[in-house]
């Protein structure tokens, strides 16, 4: 009997000393000893020289102007360095994105990149891919509470302010309705902090009232839609100024006040630069939107994916905590945009093209 456990135990020990063995070899293979010496450097599968580098784009929708955007400025930028890129979309639906990803993973991508529905269930994507040896980067939001290897975006909070900043200059005082967006998306949050840092101080001293605040579930103009419906009812219509999250929100604002003749009456705040809210800017309905160049963004997340699947160094120096950790970041300026400046901004941009901005402006 003893005999059988000592027998055992040396079975165990070469068994664990095999494994120990091989898990070096396969450690010595896919993470350069250059991590090491410069912990800065990033690596991750070694690649015959001639295979392109695959990265994996996991997003959660494909239903609304800007993610076609992305999507389409995304595929093209990863190709003009050279690599590709394969794409899936969720809808929305976080078990389809987290089973998606899990596809992209078991394809053996070098990267994901992930456009998260939510916020906090994709960080079990961010494990899967870790354990699999692929880096990950959440791209314009946020994956909360997962070592997440990089988060490239705008300045979310300041998209907030410039909203903030640009409708309290027009209604300095009165009662104001703020309209955010899906609760899941860690955007949705600091756009509402930008927001409240330019509004609290006249909550404050009383020149600003906020007298309907609701978050928008899924980011549907259907949502904000019935959302403004309830505000106008709840306060008899006396509303003076309204800031939503984003363009698509602000249609759903301004069609609710439409129906009741208030549509170009009150100010109204929203950000993406959809064509349909440039060309609300130039009929008189919307007051602005904010401009984030989505090509800036595709070409800077496609340079550093190819960068950190090939192991070089990249350059992230600014750090954004997701409740876990500080997840080095690289943060873009949106730019804020009226009547007075779209010519200059999205339209000088190639953005949209003049023609269709002032598609239904009756004064040219
Ligand atoms: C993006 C916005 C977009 C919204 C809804 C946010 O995370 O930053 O640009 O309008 O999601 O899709």
Known sequence: MRHLLIKGRFLLLALVLTFVTSACEKEAVTIPTVEQTNPTKTTNHEKPKDEKIKIGFSMDTLQEERWLRDR???????????????????????????????????????????????AEATAAIVHKAHLAGIKVIAYDRLVKNADIDLYVSFDNEKVGELQGEAITKLVPKGNYVYIGGAMTDNNALLFKKGVFNVLQPLIDNGDIKIVYDQWTKDWTPANALANMEAALKANGNQIDAVIAANDATAGGVIQALQAHGLAGKVPVAGQDAELAAAQRIIEGTQTMTVYKPIQSL??????????????????????????????????????????????????????????????NDDSR
């Open 72 to 118: 389409d400025l995304f595929k093209k930028s990863v190709e003009a360095l050279g690599a590709e890129v394969e794409i899936l979309a969720a809808n929305g639906d976080d078990a389809l994105q987290i089973s998606q990803a899990e596809r992209l993973i078991s394809q053996g991508v070098d990267l994901l990149v992930i456009v998260p529905h939510n």
């Open 298 to 359: 595709t070409e800077k997340v496609a340079q550093l994916a190819v960068k950190i699947a090939k192991g070089e160094i990249i350059d992230a120096k600014q750090k954004v905590n997701n409740g876990k950790i500080e997840v080095p970041s690289v943060l873009l300026q949106p730019i804020a945009v009226d009547r007075s400046n779209i010519d200059d901004t999205i339209i000088a941009d190639g953005f949209h093209s003049r023609a269709d901005v002032y598609k």
